[in-house]
C-alpha cells in the first residue's frame, strides 16, 4: 500500500449529517409556546444534523436565511383555513429538502396537507401538541386525513403521558407514542437583567403575582382577574390577543383595575425580569388547549411557586400538586384566590415549592434532555426502514 493511500485509510470518513425537516405554523421571533419549543429543538438539533424548518411567513412573499445553524424558510400566505395559515409553496419545498425525516408539529392541518401533498414516503415523525379542542367542525371535516398521517407516522411525540392517555385523537396510536416534554434552555432565563428586576418591584406595589399568556379563551384570565378582588397583591399579565379589552373592562368592573396590569406581549428576554420579581406564577387555564403551559416551566426555573389547574393534558404534570405548587379546579376564581392567599400568607412554603420547581425543572424539562431524548428517537428511526403504509 503505498504512503498515500495509508494516509487515506486512516482518514476517519465523514458520515452525512442526517437532514431533518421540521414542518410547523410560525418560527421565532413570532411568539408562542410552539414557536418557542420549535426554535429551542431546532437550535440545538443544528449541532449535529442539518436541521430545517419551513413555516408560514409574517410578512410578504417566501424568505429563507440560516439562524443559529437552522435553514428557516417562511413561505407567503395565500388564504386562513380556521385560523391555520395555508402556503402552497410550503409543498414544493418539502418535495425537494431530501429529508431522512419529516417532522411535523400539529395542530397544523394545513402542514399535514403540504406534507401529503409532497409526495414524501420517507420517516415521518408528529409531535402532537394538542387536541383540536375548540373547532370541533373544522376537527369533524378534517379528522379522516388527520387519522390517515397518524396511520403514516413512524413515531408520534406527545409532551406528557397524561395527554396520551386523555387524548381520543392518539387513543388508536399509542403503540407509536413516545413522551418527550417540553424542554427549556434554563441557563439563559437564569440571568436576567436584575436591574430590570429591580425596577420591576419598585414600579408595581408587593406582593407580584405573573400571568403570561396569549390573550384566549382557554387560558382562563377571566378567574384569575375575578380571584383578584380578595387577594392583597397587584397581578401582572404578559401577553396579548382578542380578549384584552374584555379582560380589562372585567377588572374595572370588579374593582381591581390599578391592580391588574396588562402589559401586552412581549419577547422571552423581555419577560425573564418578571419571572424573577414576582413572588407567584399564576396558569389559570381551562381547556385541554393547553396541552402543558411551558411559560410553568420558565417560572420554575426562577425557582417561583405554581397555581395551576386540574386539566386533562400536562399541566398539572408540569408543575405537581404540593411539590412545586398548588393545582385547583379549572374555571373556579375562589379555588385559585385560596390557593394564591395560603401561598401568600407562608414565606417557607413559597421557598420550598420554589426549590423544587427549579430541581424539577433541571431533572426533566431542560434543553438538553428534551434534545437527547428526541435525537435518540431519530437515531432508532434511521436505523430502520420507514414504514411501507404511505397513502
Known amino acids: 500500500m503505498s504512503s498515500m493511500q495509508s494516509a487515506a485509510a486512516l482518514e476517519p470518513v465523514s458520515a452525512k449529517r442526517p437532514v431533518i425537516v421540521h414542518v410547523g405554523k410560525f418560527y421565532a421571533p413570532h411568539v408562542g409556546g410552539i414557536e418557542t419549543h420549535l426554535e429551542t429543538l431546532c437550535r440545538g438539533l443544528g449541532k449535529s444534523m442539518d436541521a430545517r424548518v419551513i413555516v408560514a411567513n409574517d410578512g410578504r412573499g417566501d424568505h429563507e436565511a440560516i439562524i443559529e445553524g437552522v435553514t428557516v424558510s417562511r413561505h407567503a400566505i395565500q388564504f386562513n383555513l380556521a385560523g391555520a395559515p395555508v402556503c402552497p409553496s410550503m409543498v414544493k419545498k418539502i418535495r ?22 409532497s409526495g414524501y414516503r420517507g420517516r415521518l415523525v408528529t ?13 369533524q371535516m378534517f379528522g379522516p386525513l388527520q387519522r390517515r398521517h397518524l396511520r403514516n407516522c413512524d ?10 392517555e386523555s387524548s381520543l385523537d392518539l387513543r388508536n396510536f399509542t403503540d407509536r407514542c413516545s413522551v418527550i416534554p417540553y424542554g427549556i434552555e434554563v441557563d439563559e432565563i437564569r440571568r436576567p437583567d436584575f436591574s430590570a428586576v429591580e ?25 384569575l382577574v375575578q380571584a383578584m ?3 392583597a397583591a397587584t397581578l401582572i399579565i404578559v401577553g396579548d390577543g382578542p380578549l384584552r379589552a374584555s379582560l380589562e373592562r372585567l377588572a374595572r368592573a370588579v374593582g381591581v383595575a390599578e391592580r391588574v396590569v396588562f402589559l401586552g406581549e412581549m419577547q422571552p428576554r423581555e419577560i425573564a425580569p418578571y419571572y424573577h ?4 406564577f399564576v396558569l389559570a387555564s381551562i381547556a385541554r388547549s393547553e396541552a402543558f403551559g411551558i411559560v410553568q416551566l420558565e417560572a420554575m426555573a426562577c425557582g417561583k411557586p405554581v397555581v395551576n389547574t386540574q386539566l386533562a393534558s400536562g399541566v398539572p404534570f408540569a408543575s405537581l400538586n404540593e411539590v412545586t405548587g398548588l393545582t385547583v379546579e379549572p374555571c373556579n376564581a375562589e379555588a385559585i384566590e385560596h390557593a394564591v392567599n395560603r ?9 420550598r415549592f420554589g426549590e423544587a420547581a427549579k430541581k424539577r425543572v433541571d431533572d426533566e424539562f431542560s434543553s438538553s434532555t428534551m434534545l437527547r431524548r428526541t435525537v435518540e428517537l431519530y437515531q432508532e428511526l434511521l436505523s430502520s426502514e420507514p414504514r411501507r403504509t404511505r397513502t
Open 343 to 351: 401561598l401568600l400568607a407562608d414565606s417557607e412554603l413559597r421557598t
Open 96 to 117: 425537494r429538502a431530501n429529508a431522512d425525516i419529516v417532522h411535523v408539529h400539529v395542530p397544523n392541518p394545513a402542514g399535514i396537507l403540504a406534507v401529503m401533498a
Open 155 to 164: 413515531a408520534i411525540i406527545a409532551t406528557s403521558r397524561n395527554y396520551v
Open 127 to 139: 409531535t402532537w401538541h394538542s387536541d383540536t379542542v375548540r373547532q370541533r367542525r373544522l376537527a
Open 277 to 280: 420579581a414576582c413572588d407567584i
Open 229 to 231: 378582588k380578595r387577594i
Open 199 to 223: 425596577a420591576i418591584r419598585e414600579r408595581y406595589a408587593g406582593p407580584l403575582l405573573l400571568s403570561v399568556g396569549r390573550l384566549v379563551y382557554y387560558k382562563g384570565f377571566e378567574y
